[in-house]
C-alpha cells in the first residue's frame, strides 16, 4: 500500500487490480508517456484507479485524475494531491 507517494510499481499494480491491465512496472518507468490507451487502460479503468487511491487515502482527487492521458502525467497529479493533505 503507499503512504505519500504513488510510484510506477504501484500504478501497474493498481492497473492490473483496478483495470485487469498486466503492464510491466519497467514498461511504465522507461516510457511514462506512452498513453493509457496504448497500455489497455479506458477511461472506466482510470476511474477504477482513481476509486481506489481515494479509497487508501480517503482524500478526493482532483476530477483532472480521471482525465489524465499518460502514467507520467497521472503520476504527478496523484503525488501533487497527496503531498497537500
Partial sequence: MIT???TF???ATLMKQSAGVTVDP???EEAPETPFSG???DSL???GI???LE???GVALPTDAE???TPAEFIALVNNALAGV
Fill in 26 to 28: 519497467t514498461q511504465l
Fill in 39 to 41: 497500455l489497455g487502460v
Fill in 4 to 6: 505519500t507517494e504513488l
Fill in 55 to 57: 479509497n487508501r487515502h
Fill in 9 to 11: 510499481g504501484e500504478l
Fill in 50 to 52: 482513481v476509486g481506489e
Fill in 67 to 69: 482525465r489524465c492521458k
Fill in 45 to 47: 479503468g482510470l476511474l
